[in-house]
């Protein structure tokens, strides 16, 4: 059973009830640096970093994570050179165009987060096509945050509430946490439980800042392009070893925790979830 209440999710009353996390976010940071190590073009680090990205969807569908959500491009990277933005682009097409058909075939839904009206029409075309080709999917939910901006997604959620006043349909005392979070990008998802950002870097960089008010943060000096299955395991290990307490004491966490375990055991049920592979 559930109880509490965050700005829109009900809180586990037992630590346990989100192991392993419900919803991993990753700044995937570290792709230029990557490249200039190797004398390579800053391209060529963005180019390998998409296979981690498919290294680590995979890893997520095995470990029964229900979604999974990347900092693809942010509104402040538009201050990059030209010419890499460009290429940016450039590679967000194609990889839609190579992986989609993948993602329908395992079951993944595609969702991307973020103002489009920023894209051109070929860009938009395609994000619509690919969700829509993966709408009805059931399994893993990949989040592509692109030209997003935790900021703004908090102020597109209150023009939506001021319009609701303005339009006499909405009282301004009416308005709560709870509302406000109704109309942010990821309201219909759980939020981030465990927040991984590679690279060295340790700050969270205007990514879902109203959705990780509880998350679990992980930053590793690994580059994105070498994040393999080994360093999201030991993420993975981080987050198991922390209490996660959504202001509570440590006693009553633990006292909530043999609760659930005794409900579990005499249910019989083993907790353990049904996964499937990659292909």
């Keep these: 059973m559930l109880r509490f209440m965050t700005g829109k999710s009900e809180i586990p009353v037992s630590d346990r009830d989100s192991r392993p996390p419900r919803h991993v976010a990753i700044v995937m940071d570290g792709n230029g640096r990557w490249a200039r190590q190797r004398k390579l073009p800053r391209f060529a680090g963005h180019t390998a970093g998409v296979d981690t990205v498919k290294g680590v969807v995979r890893a997520c569908v095995e470990n029964g994570i229900q979604v999974l959500t990347l900092f693809a491009f942010s509104s402040e990277n538009w201050r990059r050179p030209r010419d890499e933005v460009s290429m940016l682009m450039g590679l967000f097409i194609s990889a839609l165009d190579q992986q989609v058909k993948k993602l329908h075939e395992n079951d993944i839904r595609l969702r991307v987060i973020g103002d489009r009206s920023a894209f051109n029409p070929a860009l938009q075309k395609r994000i619509r096509d690919a969700e829509a080709l993966t709408r009805d999917n059931s399994g893993l939910v990949l989040v592509i945050a692109a030209n997003y901006g935790g900021r703004w997604d908090i102020v597109e959620a209150s023009r939506a509430l001021a319009r609701s006043v303005a339009a006499g349909a909405l009282e301004p005392e009416d308005i709560s946490e709870q509302l406000l979070a109704h109309h942010m990008s990821l309201r219909d998802l ?62 009553q966490v633990a006292a909530a925790r043999d609760q659930t375990a005794g409900a579990a055991s005499g249910s019989g049920v083993s907790g353990r979830a049904n996964l499937h592979r990659v292909r």
Excluded: C, H, K
Aim: glycine share 4%; no cysteine.
């Design 190 to 251: 759980p939020e981030p439980d465990l927040f991984i950002r590679t690279g060295g870097e340790q700050r969270v960089s205007n990514f879902l800042l109203w959705d990780m008010a509880y998350t679990e943060l992980y930053f590793t000096d690994t580059l994105w392009p070498d994040f393999d299955r080994a360093a999201f395991d030991e993420a993975l290990a981080s987050y198991d070893r922390r209490q996660r307490r959504f202001g509570r004491t440590s006693e």
